[in-house]
């Protein structure tokens, strides 16, 4: 089956600076790629997702990268504001979606 | 819309009991979703039902049983309820489970067993 690693666990950055989160995934066969915002006790929202016949995908200040031969994807969010602090978590879908473990990002003012 | 909604929010249980924990959409989708999230693990799949009339283990089915109810309903029972159990379990739905399309998901249920 797919196996999914994120790193880092957490990461800080100061208010404005931008974060990066990456994901390495096994399972060439994968071809769907989504990310998850969880807020403390909330459930994941999906933020924005990619698919393998793209290299990356834009929405304001969040973008997501996508490389199919070295397997991995990136998110990048850019212009990081406090309300950006929570935990992020990758995926890839083959048959099923298999999830990250989670980055918990927390935004210094 | 509602979405996925999820009951009861929080639970407790002793060790042996039995508990149903019920999801309910309101989108059309044909699939469904039962996931645990434990600290430092992520999500992890339980059982699935790609479409109304079946249902698939997942990564972590072990101690647990499922019901597509209807369309709208995909139940999750734990017979005998253990302390590994605890965590917080999510259902989720989707337009359906062949096409990259997003998983939407309820509240949560927090359950613990003591």
């Known amino acids: 089956g797919e196996n999914v690693e994120q790193h880092p666990s957490t990461l800080s950055v100061q208010e404005g600076d931008s974060a990066v989160i990456k994901c390495t995934y096994s399972?060439?066969?994968?071809?769907?790629f989504p990310w998850y915002k969880q807020e403390l006790g909330k459930r994941p929202q999906l933020i924005i997702d990619i698919r393998s016949n793209v290299g990356e995908k834009k929405d304001q200040r969040i973008a997501v990268t996508l490389n199919k031969t070295a397997k991995h994807f990136s998110l990048h969010i850019t212009e990081t504001q406090p309300e950006d602090s929570a935990v992020y978590f990758c995926a890839a879908r083959d048959e099923k979606l298999t999830f990250g473990t989670g980055t918990r990002l927390t935004i210094i003012p | 819309n509602a979405g996925v909604t999820q009951t009861p929010k929080f639970q407790v249980l002793k060790t042996g009991q039995s508990m149903t924990l019920q999801c309910a959409q309101d989108?059309?989708?044909?699939?469904m979703y039962w996931y645990r999230q434990d600290p430092g693990m992520g999500l992890r799949l339980i059982y699935y039902?790609?479409?109304?009339?079946?249902?698939d283990k997942g990564e972590v089915p072990n101690g647990y049983n499922v019901s597509r109810l209807n369309k709208r309903e995909f139940s999750l029972r734990l017979e005998s309820a253990a302390p590994s159990q605890t965590s917080v379990y999510f259902c989720a739905s989707s337009a359906d489970s062949h096409s990259n399309q997003p998983q939407h998901f309820g509240d949560g249920t927090r359950l613990s067993i003591l």
């Open positions: 039902s790609a479409s109304e009339g079946t249902t």
């Open positions: 989108m059309n989708h044909n699939s």
């Open positions: 399972d060439s066969a994968s071809n769907y």
